[in-house]
Protein backbone atom coordinates (compact mmCIF):
# COMPACT_ATOMS: atom_id res chain seq x y z
CA UNK A 1 0.00 0.00 0.00
CA UNK A 2 1.09 3.67 -1.01
CA UNK A 3 1.58 5.84 2.01
CA UNK A 4 -0.18 9.37 1.92
CA UNK A 5 2.84 12.06 0.43
CA UNK A 6 4.02 14.12 2.89
CA UNK A 7 4.15 18.01 2.48
CA UNK A 8 7.75 19.70 2.71
CA UNK A 9 6.07 23.46 2.91
CA UNK A 10 4.86 24.81 6.11
CA UNK A 11 1.35 25.81 6.24
CA UNK A 12 0.60 28.67 9.14
CA UNK A 13 -2.42 28.84 10.36
CA UNK A 14 -4.40 31.64 10.25
CA UNK A 15 -5.05 33.44 13.87
CA UNK A 16 -8.32 32.76 16.26
CA UNK A 17 -10.10 35.65 15.78
CA UNK A 18 -11.24 35.40 19.92
CA UNK A 19 -7.87 35.50 21.10
CA UNK A 20 -6.55 39.11 21.61
CA UNK A 21 -3.67 39.95 20.04
CA UNK A 22 -0.26 40.64 21.62
CA UNK A 23 1.26 44.03 21.05
CA UNK A 24 4.42 45.26 22.42
CA UNK A 25 4.13 48.04 24.86
CA UNK A 26 5.98 51.06 25.29
CA UNK A 27 7.39 51.23 28.94
CA UNK A 28 5.94 53.34 31.02
CA UNK A 29 8.02 56.76 31.64
CA UNK A 30 8.13 57.71 35.16
CA UNK A 31 9.56 61.21 35.70
CA UNK A 32 10.91 61.90 39.26
CA UNK A 33 9.66 65.58 40.48
CA UNK A 34 12.70 67.62 40.05
CA UNK A 35 14.89 68.43 43.09
CA UNK A 36 14.61 71.31 44.92
CA UNK A 37 16.15 72.25 47.75
CA UNK A 38 14.18 72.43 51.36
CA UNK A 39 12.83 76.09 51.90
CA UNK A 40 14.38 77.81 54.84
CA UNK A 41 10.43 78.52 56.38
CA UNK A 42 10.22 74.90 56.50
CA UNK A 43 13.08 73.89 58.98
CA UNK A 44 12.72 75.60 62.50
CA UNK A 45 14.28 75.14 65.86
CA UNK A 46 12.91 72.85 68.92
CA UNK A 47 15.15 73.10 71.23
CA UNK A 48 18.17 75.12 72.06
CA UNK A 49 21.36 73.86 73.57
CA UNK A 50 23.58 75.71 75.99
CA UNK A 51 26.64 74.59 74.53
CA UNK A 52 26.90 74.40 70.74
CA UNK A 53 26.13 71.20 70.28
CA UNK A 54 22.86 69.18 70.42
CA UNK A 55 20.38 71.55 68.85
CA UNK A 56 16.66 69.81 67.99
CA UNK A 57 15.72 70.69 65.02
CA UNK A 58 12.31 69.74 63.05
CA UNK A 59 12.57 70.12 59.20
CA UNK A 60 8.56 69.49 57.50
CA UNK A 61 9.51 68.50 54.16
CA UNK A 62 6.47 69.07 51.48
CA UNK A 63 4.04 66.44 50.53
CA UNK A 64 5.50 63.59 48.02
CA UNK A 65 9.37 64.99 48.71
CA UNK A 66 11.03 61.80 48.93
CA UNK A 67 12.84 60.97 52.24
CA UNK A 68 16.31 60.47 50.58
CA UNK A 69 16.70 64.25 49.65
CA UNK A 70 17.45 64.83 53.10
CA UNK A 71 20.74 62.64 52.67
CA UNK A 72 21.82 64.82 50.44
CA UNK A 73 24.12 67.45 51.39
CA UNK A 74 23.09 69.88 48.85
CA UNK A 75 19.15 69.56 49.82
CA UNK A 76 19.73 72.33 53.11
CA UNK A 77 21.46 74.33 51.03
CA UNK A 78 19.01 77.74 51.60
CA UNK A 79 18.22 76.78 54.87
CA UNK A 80 21.85 77.33 56.26
CA UNK A 81 22.32 81.21 55.41
CA UNK A 82 19.52 81.64 58.07
CA UNK A 83 19.55 78.55 60.42
CA UNK A 84 22.76 78.31 62.47
CA UNK A 85 23.11 74.06 62.29
CA UNK A 86 25.92 72.73 63.70
CA UNK A 87 27.69 69.10 63.48
CA UNK A 88 26.22 67.02 66.38
CA UNK A 89 22.43 68.85 66.38
CA UNK A 90 19.84 66.40 64.92
CA UNK A 91 17.11 67.09 62.54
CA UNK A 92 13.69 65.82 63.43
CA UNK A 93 12.12 64.86 59.65
CA UNK A 94 7.90 65.15 59.52
CA UNK A 95 6.18 65.36 55.65
CA UNK A 96 3.11 67.36 55.30
CA UNK A 97 1.70 64.01 53.77
CA UNK A 98 2.29 62.08 57.30
CA UNK A 99 3.86 59.12 55.20
CA UNK A 100 7.47 58.75 56.85
CA UNK A 101 9.04 59.86 60.20
CA UNK A 102 12.83 60.45 60.37
CA UNK A 103 15.63 61.86 62.79
CA UNK A 104 19.44 62.54 60.99
CA UNK A 105 22.47 63.62 63.17
CA UNK A 106 23.95 66.79 61.48
CA UNK A 107 27.65 65.15 60.48
CA UNK A 108 29.23 68.27 59.10
CA UNK A 109 28.24 71.69 57.59
CA UNK A 110 30.19 73.10 55.08
CA UNK A 111 30.82 75.59 52.20
CA UNK A 112 33.04 77.94 49.77
CA UNK A 113 34.15 80.75 51.59
CA UNK A 114 32.62 80.88 54.49
CA UNK A 115 29.06 80.81 53.20
CA UNK A 116 27.53 76.84 54.09
CA UNK A 117 25.81 75.79 51.67
CA UNK A 118 26.14 72.06 52.14
CA UNK A 119 24.95 69.71 55.20
CA UNK A 120 26.17 66.30 55.70
CA UNK A 121 23.12 64.19 57.45
CA UNK A 122 23.51 60.60 58.97
CA UNK A 123 20.61 58.58 59.61
CA UNK A 124 19.49 57.92 63.09
CA UNK A 125 15.69 56.31 62.85
CA UNK A 126 13.43 56.30 59.73
CA UNK A 127 9.84 54.90 60.13
CA UNK A 128 7.15 54.89 57.13
CA UNK A 129 3.49 55.23 57.70
CA UNK A 130 0.32 54.31 55.29
CA UNK A 131 -2.01 57.32 54.94
CA UNK A 132 -4.27 58.06 57.32
CA UNK A 133 -7.97 57.29 56.94
CA UNK A 134 -10.66 59.73 57.33
CA UNK A 135 -13.15 58.21 58.94
CA UNK A 136 -16.18 59.62 57.21
CA UNK A 137 -18.43 57.72 59.89
CA UNK A 138 -17.92 61.24 62.10
CA UNK A 139 -18.29 63.75 59.65
CA UNK A 140 -22.19 64.95 60.78
CA UNK A 141 -22.40 67.94 57.79
CA UNK A 142 -19.93 68.66 54.90
CA UNK A 143 -19.21 71.80 52.21
CA UNK A 144 -21.13 71.32 48.67
CA UNK A 145 -21.44 74.05 45.75
CA UNK A 146 -25.26 73.57 44.95
CA UNK A 147 -25.29 75.90 42.28
CA UNK A 148 -25.59 79.91 41.45
CA UNK A 149 -28.64 80.46 43.63
CA UNK A 150 -28.00 78.44 46.91
CA UNK A 151 -23.82 78.65 46.34
CA UNK A 152 -22.17 76.74 48.70
CA UNK A 153 -23.92 75.34 51.03
CA UNK A 154 -23.39 73.45 54.44
CA UNK A 155 -25.66 69.78 54.25
CA UNK A 156 -26.69 67.84 56.98
CA UNK A 157 -24.79 64.57 55.95
CA UNK A 158 -27.22 61.89 57.39
CA UNK A 159 -30.62 63.61 55.65
CA UNK A 160 -28.80 65.40 52.45
CA UNK A 161 -30.75 68.71 53.85
CA UNK A 162 -29.45 72.06 53.55
CA UNK A 163 -28.47 73.46 56.56
CA UNK A 164 -27.20 76.77 55.35
CA UNK A 165 -26.74 78.59 52.06
CA UNK A 166 -25.61 81.41 50.35
CA UNK A 167 -21.90 81.33 51.19
CA UNK A 168 -19.75 83.10 48.05
CA UNK A 169 -17.26 80.81 48.88
CA UNK A 170 -15.64 77.93 50.67
CA UNK A 171 -14.30 79.59 53.37
CA UNK A 172 -17.53 81.48 54.54
CA UNK A 173 -19.09 77.96 53.91
CA UNK A 174 -16.84 76.28 56.57
CA UNK A 175 -16.76 79.11 59.08
CA UNK A 176 -20.45 78.43 59.12
CA UNK A 177 -20.17 74.86 59.39
CA UNK A 178 -17.62 75.27 62.15
CA UNK A 179 -20.43 77.47 64.11
CA UNK A 180 -23.26 74.95 63.41
CA UNK A 181 -21.27 72.14 64.27
CA UNK A 182 -21.21 71.21 68.36
CA UNK A 183 -18.33 69.44 70.11
CA UNK A 184 -19.40 67.58 73.04
CA UNK A 185 -17.11 69.60 75.21
CA UNK A 186 -18.87 72.28 73.97
CA UNK A 187 -22.29 70.94 74.60
CA UNK A 188 -21.52 69.64 78.01
CA UNK A 189 -19.75 73.20 78.86
CA UNK A 190 -23.34 74.93 77.89
Same mark, same amino acid.
Given at each position: ????????????????? /???? $????????? *????????????? *????? /?? +???????? $????????????? *?????????? $?????????????? #? +????????? @?? #?? /???????? *?ASMALLELHRFDRVARNDEALT????????????????????? @???????? @? $????????????????????
Amino acid at each position: MNAPAKSTTTETKAPDA /SAPE $ARPVAPIEV *RQAPFKPLEAGRL *RLVRS /SE +CDICNLWA $AVLPAGAPFENVL *RPDYWSSCLG $AKPLRVADTVEIHV #D +CQTYFGRVL @VR #DV /SGAGGAKT *RASMALLELHRFDRVARNDEALTHRVEFRGPHLKHCVIAVKDNK @VVSDGHAD @V $ATAEAALRAIVRTPAREAAK
